[in-house]
């Protein structure tokens, strides 16, 4: 199995047809094979940054069933929950992310991804632990 790629947020500029290439492709990827991490991770990533963040919590969901040992796949689902403005999901995964290894707390704080998340007092704590002294 390929190692899994770092998130990247929504507002990541990429042309309007070549992300419609990524996505056909790579759901061409996963009808062959359901279970291929690579291409989930990057249709995830695809329909994320289009928009499409249910489709892209659909595909986060399906990941962390795959990858239960995965700090970046918990982390892109926080991602995906805070999108859609889940806060106690996107808290659960985020914890989760953490338990599993998850330490980049300079990015958490300024992921636009989670923006939603700021006023949660829950998050800022996260946050305060994270950061590197």
């Known amino acids: 199995m390929l190692p899994l790629r770092e998130h990247?947020?929504?507002?990541?500029k990429v042309s309007t047809e070549d992300i419609q290439f990524e996505i056909e492709f790579f759901r061409g990827v996963v009808r062959r094979d359901p279970?291929?991490?690579?291409a989930l991770?990057?249709?995830?990533?695809a329909y994320t940054k289009t928009g499409q963040w249910r489709a892209g919590l659909k595909i986060d969901e399906?990941?962390?069933?795959?990858?239960?040992?995965s700090p970046i796949v918990f982390?892109?689902?926080?991602?995906s929950y805070s999108l859609l403005k889940h806060?106690?999901?996107?808290?659960a995964a985020l914890d989760r992310?953490?338990?599993?290894?998850?330490?980049?707390?300079?990015?958490?704080?300024?992921?636009?991804?989670?923006?939603?998340l700021r006023g949660v007092p829950q998050f800022q704590?996260?946050?305060?632990?994270?950061?590197?002294?």
Do not use: F, M, V
């Open 125 to 133: 704590e996260i946050c305060q632990k994270l950061q590197k002294p």
């Open 41 to 45: 991770q990057l249709l995830g990533d």
């Open 75 to 79: 982390y892109n689902l926080a991602c």
């Open 87 to 91: 806060a106690d999901e996107a808290l």
């Open 62 to 69: 399906r990941l962390a069933k795959l990858c239960p040992d």
């Open 35 to 38: 279970q291929c991490i690579e």
């Open 8 to 12: 990247r947020p929504h507002g990541t």
């Open 97 to 116: 992310a953490i338990r599993l290894g998850y330490d980049d707390g300079e990015w958490l704080s300024q992921d636009p991804d989670l923006t939603n």
